[in-house]
């Protein structure tokens, strides 16, 4: 069986059988003898696809190409490269439409917060107007019912005033026991006591318009006898009689203590009782005071 020459062997047997080629051929040729010789006497290297076989491979797919399959393989990478960033486009769209979407949910919630907020900055508003007219009221309230209360004060002393100058003339006996008027009366009862407790009084002639027991019920838990009231005619006769139980101190009727005032409201006992601690310590420094 006959050997097929390769292409290079066959070129260089024609240049050698034929001495009247070119010089710039035989030149060439000779260089590719001495490329030959070089790389025979080189030690043997390993296969550079044996190191790398895949970009090896890559290289001579690249390599192998035509021009039509080259751009054929470009237009489906850049092909593949718009689907890619359509893909991603699209994903980008969604995303961006998500965000809008949340966007505009967070505009409508603000929305509505503001909304809230100026319904209840309103309310806010109309409660306080309210609270301040309730204040006003209340400050009203309070300004009429502090007059009311100083009306009422008022009245009370004109009234007290009043009753105390009706009973200016009165004059009452404390602890004259129950019962014993029953028997003599009341004005006999009070003319024996001034005549016989008041020896200085017993030949002025008193005139005496009213004697009786205080209206106060009687209390059993309390066997204390009520007063008894006096209504004398004249002021200056109540008076003289007052004066001179003061110098007397002790007076009594039949061996029981009596006592003789003159006949106040409550109120103006219980001030004029207040004033008794002054007057005590006025009187401990050689003063006379007196209630007008």
Known sequence: MTNKASPQETFHSSAKANPAWPRGVQLHQEKENNKQDEEAEKPPQLNQQEISPKAVNNETDLCSQTDLEFKRERV???????????????????????????????ENSFAEIQTELRVVKTRMNNAEEQISDVEDRIMEITQSGQQTENQMKKHESNIRDLWDNIKQANLCIIGIPEGVEKDKGMENIFEEIITGKFPNLKDTEFKIQEAQRAQNKLNPNRPTPRHTVIKMAKVSDKERILKAAREKQNVTYKGTPIKLSADFSTETLQTRREWQEIFKVLKGKNMQPSIL
Not at 78 to 104: C, F, P, T, V, Y
């Open 76 to 106: 489906k990478l850049l092909k593949e490269l718009r689907e890619d960033m359509n893909s991603n486009a699209d994903a980008l769209r969604k995303e961006l439409e998500n965000i809008r979407r949340s966007q505009e949910k967070l």
